[in-house]
């Protein structure tokens, strides 16, 4: 099993990055295309998601965290925040889409509340996935 | 109008302000080019569905040429897909 752990600073900046470090390792496990826009879609989501939700009250600086590891043939991201939560804002940057298509395009999903608070994003990927047959 | 690299939340709000100001020109129609993006999240979804709603609004044509896959494939899980269909859809060559 092979593993690495970054954080980000919760600015808008930080989707790109994270999915450019993810995508890295990724390749490096033998990522296919299809998996590697899979994973860069839905770690977008769920950077954006933290960036968005978990700290619009707050001025301290924020950071958000994510975990990696694979096994050769399924990768794991964990996306964690350290703020207050999932709740609704009538002024998101998006449709409310973002955790959707984490659903829908990861192998599975869920959606963890750590016990000391914030939110956790954790998401399975097949590294090996292939564009569906038409 | 083309976009080019990559769509998400850091460079949503400069695309929709640069969209919404064309929107308020005496145009007829608009063309909006994917083409050149390699990676559009929901971020770009909205995007594209408001810009739909203010040209609807306004009488604009809206156009799409279309992305690569990764475009193409947010675009279609999310649904929003089958939002354009009642505008002219052109193919990239």
């Not at chain 1, 998006?94 to 963890?112: D, H, V």
């Not at chain 2, 909006?32 to 009488?59: H, P, Q």
């Amino acid at each position: 099993m092979t593993t690495a752990h970054w954080s980000f600073e919760a600015t808008a900046e930080a989707p790109g990055r994270a999915r450019r470090a993810i995508g890295e390792f990724a390749a490096a496990a033998g990522a296919t295309a299809r998996a590697l826009d899979s994973i860069a879609l839905c770690v977008s989501e769920a950077m954006t998601n933290g960036v968005v939700h978990a700290y619009r009250n707050d001025d301290r600086p924020a950071s958000l965290e994510m975990a990696a590891e694979h096994d050769g043939e399924s990768l794991w991201v964990r996306i964690r925040d350290h703020g207050h939560g999932l709740v609704p804002r009538l002024d998101s940057p998006g449709l409310g889409l973002g955790l959707p298509l984490i659903s829908q395009i990861s192998a599975s999903s869920e959606i963890l509340s750590p016990q000391h608070g914030g939110t956790e994003i954790a998401m399975r990927f097949v590294l090996h996935e292939q564009e569906e047959a038409v | 109008m083309e976009l080019h690299g990559e769509f998400d939340i850091a460079s949503a709000g400069d695309a929709s302000r640069a969209l919404q100001e064309l929107l308020s020109r005496d145009l007829d129609a608009l063309i909006i080019d994917l083409s050149g993006l390699a990676f559009m999240d929901s971020t770009g979804v909205k995007f594209l569905v408001e810009g739909r709603e203010t040209a609807l609004a306004r009488g604009v044509k809206l156009s799409l040429v279309h992305g690569g896959d990764p475009v193409e494939r947010v675009l279609t899980v999310s649904g929003v897909a089958a939002l354009f269909e009642d505008v002219d859809i052109r193919r990239s060559e």
